[in-house]
């Protein structure tokens, strides 16, 4: 043990002289880590997102076997039916806490090109059951005005949409009168107007989703269970009910799906360029101690610490690599804001997140290049005779 | 020429070494080319989308449908030769991961208008008989192995039956195909019948989706554009015309800022490989001082040695280039045979050009200090260095 701690400091101690060839290693491997974890920071931003949507207490009805808002729609005959059901959440006035949504693509100006925005008709009660939408900017909407609030990533992001602007849906014009924050969620990149006043703009009358209060006299859990078994009895209606948690977190599965995907696929290729740079390094450090290994074998340390010595080398130069790289990535991109098409069909922002995970990826990517880098010099260290080695200096 | 030799004995005189380097830039060259293949599609350079077609779409998104009743006064525009509709339907096919697209159409108009796509006349007798008739692309039919007469079930998404139920059921009537090599892009879609379609929804009645149109002449695309534009403007079904090549390159840019990430990943794959055959080349000219102070000594000129060196440094990024690049458009192939229904991406002109520059570049660029060195090498010293 002794004598593996020896040589292993002592060779760690003498990687400047070999400066050059090592800092191929630590590149190389800070570029790979660095890029594993830049892409995988924006599936984990776009989760964050999405996870972060929706409270506990709350239930969204959409129709029976569809995967998301934007497919599903729910008549009007239902709507009013679904809305009064037992075990959704009444106001002082007695009314129900449910909100019948209507959910519409608009496309807006982006550079040079149209993308996909959400736009959103609620009703007074889903402004009141969501305690997160704060207006930050301008006033609220007023109903039957063609009027919109706009969330703050979607004022962000798109081109000409701030408090005072017109936006054109449908041959008439709409303005936006507020700004609000939604704690950053995905409803932050839509538009929002009233309910009534979108059904009529866009011919539609029923509903893409409803929204619930669920009735705080039971858990939550038992509250939306007991919510699904009344709907499911009832052969009137054809509509799954889920939590509203649980759905926009089933949404980001297919976007992070497809980062984590390429972002493999990029690594690995990545990954292989790199094992073979520090094949090069280790094996020309081995060169470099010829005599050094050939001297301590000949006064009789074993192979083991030498083998070490060169795996320790091989892997600190990785793993400063992989640091290097996943600080270059958090620099660079967290916290960064970008969007994507969600699983509705309109763009979704969201910020790169760079997070202590993503860091132990990268690596133990790094530790894997470091030790394969590493082994096979490793091992001819040991392997080449000792007498030989000598003379060959 | 004569030097050839020379150049390849003086590569190999590492074999290990020379090896680990070439692997690591094929590496390289497998990514770069495939990343660029990705990256020609997403700019619109390898979209096989030549032919006049222009889309028409509801201004607000294409995802609201436009009415059936716009078609006369579309048809009636100047320039244009035939209009199709074209519905979304929805549907998957067993599992969400079977992803492709089908779309409600009339059958003698999606003819008039798809002169790319070939269905044979006794399919296309067939599919104006049957009601619940559908047909496929040769690709689409192919990666499920399904023949005419085949019952193809879909679950509709957005649209369900009168009865609520979302379960459709489909015949297979007929198969498409190119009717020139290559010129059917839509060998992956699959193309129901509007009347049954319509007729059977539940909601949505007299909803066209968009409009495909075939103009007589692609020049006049801008304006056959402004004028459906202009029927339809602050009305409630205001339109949006562009060609299909536009409609796509849009589609693909709202994932995000592709090109920027791939044009990142890029430099950073270019700038370790060059960190890689770098340290090669410095450290093969550092161990053959000597012989090269005696090449100069036999009479090689300082031009001679350089030569050398870059020659070497080239054949060595062209060998490894080579084989990554070979590798990507195999790669490329297998991509374009998985059930993943990507747009099928190739290695065209663009991306041949980029990685023969970046070869040679890469070439250059790790080559030219120690082939100055070497040029620069005075005899004496270098003959002295042991």
Redesign the interface.
């Known amino acids: 043990m002794k004598q593996i701690l020896a040589v292993t400091w002592m060779n760690l101690r003498s990687i400047p002289s070999r400066t050059m060839t090592s800092l191929v290693v630590v590149i190389g491997i800070a570029l790979v880590v660095g890029v594993l974890v830049a892409m995988l920071s924006m599936g984990k931003g776009f989760e964050h997102t999405l996870k972060g949507t929706g409270s506990e207490s709350r239930a969204l009805m959409l129709s029976a076997g569809v995967t998301a808002e934007l497919s599903s729609y729910i008549d009007p005959g239902m709507t009013s039916l679904l809305r009064e059901l037992p075990g959704i959440r009444r106001d002082a006035a007695g009314r129900p806490l449910a909100s019948a949504e209507l959910l519409v693509i608009t496309e807006i100006k982006r550079g040079g090109g149209d993308v996909n925005v959400a736009l959103r008709g609620v009703e007074p009660a889903g402004l009141a059951m969501r305690p997160e939408i704060h207006l930050a900017e301008g006033r609220m909407f007023k109903p039957g005005l063609r009027e919109v609030i706009a969330g703050r990533a979607a004022a962000r992001q798109f081109s000409g949409i701030g408090v005072g602007s017109r936006l054109q849906f449908r041959g008439s014009e709409w303005e936006v009168v507020g700004l609000f924050d939604s704690d950053g969620d995905a409803h932050e990149s839509e538009l929002w107007t009233d309910a009534d006043t979108a059904r009529s703009a866009f011919g539609r009358p029923g509903a893409s989703a409803i929204l619930a209060e669920l009735d705080p006299a039971q858990p939550p859990a038992e509250a939306l269970k007991a919510l699904k078994v009344t709907v499911a009895a009832d052969p009137r209606f054809q509509v799954d009910v889920l939590g509203e948690r649980d759905y926009y977190s089933s949404q980001s599965q297919g976007v992070t799906d497809n980062i984590n995907f390429i972002t493999v696929f990029i690594t690995v290729i990545m990954a292989f360029g790199a094992v073979f740079g520090a094949l090069n390094t280790m094996y020309s450090a081995v060169a470099a101690r010829q005599i050094e290994i050939a001297t301590l074998r000949a006064i009789g340390f074993s192979g083991l610490p030498v083998m070490i010595s060169v795996l320790a080398e091989s892997v600190a130069l990785a793993l400063v690599g992989a640091l290097a790289g996943a600080a270059g990535a958090y620099l660079g991109f967290n916290g960064l804001t970008t969007s994507t098409l969600g699983q509705n069909f309109t763009q979704v922002a969201f910020s790169f997140a760079v997070t202590p995970d993503l860091v132990r990826r990268g690596l133990s990517w790094a530790l894997g290049i470091g030790l394969i880098g590493g082994f096979f010099p490793a091992l001819k260290a040991i392997r080449q005779p000792v007498a030989e080695a000598l003379r060959g200096a | 020429m004569k030097y050839v030799p020379l150049v390849w004995a003086a590569l190999w005189r590492r074999k290990?070494?020379t090896i680990?380097?070439l692997?690591?830039?094929t590496?390289?060259f497998?990514?770069l080319g495939t990343?660029q293949a990705a990256n020609s599609l997403f700019s619109g350079g390898s979209i096989n989308l030549s032919a006049p077609i222009m889309i028409v779409q509801?201004?607000?998104?294409f995802?609201?449908p436009l009415p059936m009743r716009l078609l006369p006064q579309i048809e009636a525009v100047p320039g244009v030769d035939s209009v199709s509709h074209s519905q979304f339907f929805?549907g998957v096919y067993k599992d969400?991961r079977n992803f492709f697209p089908q779309f409600a159409v009339n059958p003698e108009r999606w003819r008039r208008t798809f002169l790319e796509c070939k269905l044979p006349d006794e399919q296309y007798q067939a599919w104006q008989q049957s009601r619940t008739g559908a047909i496929a692309g040769r690709q689409l039919a192919d990666r499920f192995g399904w023949k005419v007469g085949d019952r193809i079930p879909l679950?509709s998404?957005?649209w369900?039956l009168k009865n609520?139920d979302?379960a459709w059921t489909f015949d297979l009537v007929g198969i498409f195909d190119d009717a020139a090599k290559g010129s059917c892009s839509r060998q992956g879609n699959f193309y129901i019948r509007y009347d049954y379609f319509d007729e059977g929804r539940q909601?949505g009645q007299g909803g066209a989706g968009i409009y495909v149109l075939r103009l007589h002449d692609p020049s006049q695309a801008e304006s056959v554009a402004r004028q459906v534009d202009a029927l339809f403007?602050?009305?409630?079904?205001?339109t949006?015309t562009q060609t299909e090549k536009d409609f796509s390159?849009?589609f693909l840019?709202?994932?995000?800022?592709l090109n920027l990430?791939l044009t990142?990943?890029t430099i950073?794959?270019f700038?370790?490989?060059l960190?890689?055959s770098g340290?090669?080349m410095?450290?093969a000219v550092r161990e053959r001082i000597p012989e090269l102070a005696v090449l100069k000594t036999i009479g090689f000129g300082d031009g001679s040695v350089l030569g050398l060196v870059l020659a070497e440094s080239l054949l060595m990024c062209v060998i490894g280039g080579l084989a990554g690049m070979l590798l990507s458009v195999l790669l490329l192939k297998v991509i374009s045979k998985l059930p993943f229904g990507f747009p099928p991406v190739t290695a065209d002109l663009h991306v041949w050009l980029f990685a023969a520059a970046s070869m040679l570049g890469l070439s250059l660029a790790v080559g030219i200090l120690p082939a100055l060195r070497a040029k620069n090498l005075s005899i004496i010293e270098a003959l002295t260095v042991r």
Do not use: H, M, W, Y
Request: no cysteine; net charge positive; charged share 15%.
């Open positions: 290990a070494r680990f380097t692997l690591s830039l590496a390289a497998l990514l990343l509801a201004r607000v998104s995802t609201s929805g969400v679950t998404q957005i369900p609520g979302r909601f403007e602050n009305s409630p079904d205001e949006k390159l849009n840019r709202q994932l995000g800022n990430i990142g990943i950073a794959v700038f370790s490989i960190l890689v340290n090669t410095s450290q």
